[in-house]
């Protein structure tokens, strides 16, 4: 006997926390930042946020994770897991996340908007 699928449906869930680093800043913090930014010209910039994901059962076939872009690109970021051991305030270039994954995803030309 198998049981039942649960009940298809979306859910969307905030950032429980985010911000960005800089390579040309790298003991500044911008938790407090009302943007992440993130580009792989020099200086770096990387983004990190982090969801609180509660209330689900069963499997989760599909995750989307969405950005405003403010600045179209050709060459999109990449999204990559890290560890979970980062805060919003503390956060700097210096002791940034470590990446835990190959790019979950990889964008190319993204448009502004």
Do not use: H
């Not at 198998?2 to 960005?20: E, I, L, Q």
């Not at 930042?33 to 994901?53: D, L, W």
């Not at 999109?76 to 890290?82: C, D, H, V, W």
């Amino acid at each position: 006997m198998c049981a039942a699928p649960a009940a298809a449906g979306t859910f969307s869930f905030d950032a429980s926390a985010d911000t960005y680093v800089d390579s040309s800043a790298p003991k500044k913090e911008f938790g407090t930042s009302n943007r992440v930014r993130t580009n792989e010209a020099i200086p770096v910039n990387q983004a990190f946020a982090r969801f609180k994901v509660s209330g689900l059962t069963g499997t989760v076939t599909e995750a989307v994770l969405r950005f405003y872009v403010a600045d179209g690109t050709n060459d999109g970021p990449a999204a990559y897991k890290t560890t979970d051991t980062w805060s919003e305030k503390n956060t700097n270039w210096n002791n940034r996340p470590s990446r835990t994954s190959g790019p979950r995803d990889d964008k190319g030309a993204l448009s502004a908007g």
